[in-house]
């Protein structure tokens, strides 16, 4: 029977790496660019404060031209401390 530490470890591990993927964030993208943006990207990653957002080519240029007022929108509604910066993929 597994301690209650290595229980633990793996449910902080799985949380870890959830935060990692982005996955808490991808709501709070998705409202914060709105229904249409949303179809046309997906939050891919969030490491080092670093959002990585996957877009179709599209839609990157348009995206990057937002780049600061998205975040300030993002950082508004998780916190200035938690993303520094979001980059763009095609």
Same mark, same amino acid.
């Given at each position: 029977?597994?301690? /209650?530490?290595?229980?633990?470890?793996?449910?902080?591990?799985?949380?870890?790496?959830?935060?990692?993927?982005?996955?808490? /964030?991808?709501?709070?993208?998705?409202?914060?660019?709105?229904?249409?943006?949303?179809?046309?990207?997906?939050?891919?990653? $969030?490491?080092?404060?670093? $959002?990585?957002?996957?877009?179709?080519?599209?839609?990157?240029?348009? /995206?990057?031209?937002?780049?600061?007022?998205? /975040?300030?929108? $993002?950082?508004?509604?998780?916190?200035?401390?938690?993303?520094?910066?979001?980059?763009?993929?095609?």
């Amino acid at each position: 029977m597994k301690s /209650l530490r290595d229980s633990l470890g793996v449910v902080l591990g799985k949380v870890a790496a959830d935060l990692r993927s982005g996955a808490p /964030l991808t709501p709070i993208w998705n409202e914060v660019v709105g229904e249409l943006i949303a179809r046309h990207s997906k939050v891919r990653s $969030l490491e080092r404060g670093v $959002l990585t957002v996957t877009c179709e080519p599209a839609w990157r240029a348009a /995206l990057e031209a937002e780049r600061a007022t998205l /975040l300030t929108r $993002l950082r508004t509604r998780v916190g200035e401390s938690q993303i520094s910066s979001v980059v763009f993929e095609s």
